[in-house]
């Protein structure tokens, strides 16, 4: 880390822990609730390595929404779940100096947000084609110093599962987008599909930004696995990074299944390990099959 201090092992703890109390408006069907919030956090060390900062905080905040939907006539349900939260800190006390920062846990927990959210969704249950899209933006106000006040980037989780005759195509993207910059923080999206019964394709691209926005990494990934019969599986796995225009990593994996046993003879190469070769045998009843990470979940391994 760009921080100075040197190589740390630092062991930290949090714990987050909420009570709420859930209640009907009356309107729209609309619910609110109210909620405290304590988290506790401790570092076995901190800048100072003589100290072991610790942390205490209490919020409080409510939590209005509520969820309209509608059945057409080919079966299909839309529905869409607007919500309101509105949260504040009520108390923070912070013990045993400055604490070595690892990600967002360190940061201030002062200050006032509002998140304005709505998901819709949009499904056919006959067939588990369905279109999810949650998107979320926050403003915050009364921040410590050196903190981004006013709107806060902007959030997208969405996930489409739809057909192409036969063939089953899933689609997933998790993002976030600073509108002021306008750029992109953070995405992980992935589109995979079966153009047969027993081969699967899936496709991904990862992009991350620091704080200050520059790339910490932008790659692309490439995942297939084909079933040759009930006993006999293949799977190939590749990885690429466009931030240095090199490979990340490959594996070519060969599957037996057994009576008893399931084998793998895999060969790969990663990045900074060099190649590798290995034969793992694992017993029937405690093996589980990788899943490709769309169709698989969401249609079942071999459906």
């Not at 309107?27 to 205490?56: C, H, I, M, Y």
């Not at 360190?106 to 509002?114: A, M, N, T």
């Not at 923080?185 to 991350?208: C, K, M, Q």
């Amino acid at each position: 880390f760009p921080d100075g201090l040197g190589s740390r092992d630092v062991l930290r703890a949090d714990s987050i822990h909420r009570v709420e109390m859930p209640f009907e408006l009356g309107l729209w069907n609309a619910r609110a609730t109210p909620f405290v919030e304590g988290r506790f956090t401790a570092w076995d060390q901190g800048v100072d390595e003589s100290k072991a900062p610790a942390r205490l905080a209490a919020f409080a905040g409510v939590e209005l929404g509520t969820t309209f939907w509608k059945r057409f006539g080919n079966g299909s349900i839309h529905a869409i779940a607007p919500t309101l939260t509105l949260r504040g800190d009520l108390d923070i006390e912070t013990t045993g100096g400055d604490p070595v920062r690892i990600d967002h846990v360190e940061d201030p927990l002062d200050g006032r947000v509002v998140e304005l959210g709505v998901r819709s969704r949009w499904w056919k249950p006959q067939s588990e084609e369905h279109f999810d899209l949650d998107v979320r933006d926050a403003y915050a106000t009364d921040l410590p110093s050196g903190q981004r006040e006013g709107f806060q980037p902007v959030s997208v989780l969405s996930e489409f599962l739809t057909f192409w005759g036969s063939v089953p195509i899933g689609f997933t993207h998790d993002g976030r987008y600073d509108l002021r910059e306008d750029e992109t923080i953070y995405s992980r999206t992935f589109v995979g599909f079966e153009p047969a019964h027993d081969w699967g394709l899936e496709f991904g691209y990862h992009l991350g930004r620091d704080d200050g926005g520059s790339v910490l990494y932008e790659a692309a990934t490439f995942t297939t696995r084909y079933r040759a019969t009930q006993k006999w599986e293949l799977e190939f796995e590749q990885s690429y990074s466009f931030s240095d225009s090199r490979g990340l990593g490959n594996t070519f994996l060969l599957r037996r299944i057994g009576h008893d046993f399931v084998m793998e003879t895999e060969i790969g190469y990663r990045a900074g390990e060099g190649a590798s070769f290995n034969i793992n045998l694992k017993p029937l009843f405690a093996w589980k099959r990788s899943s490709l990470g769309l169709i698989d979940r969401w249609l079942g391994v071999y459906h």
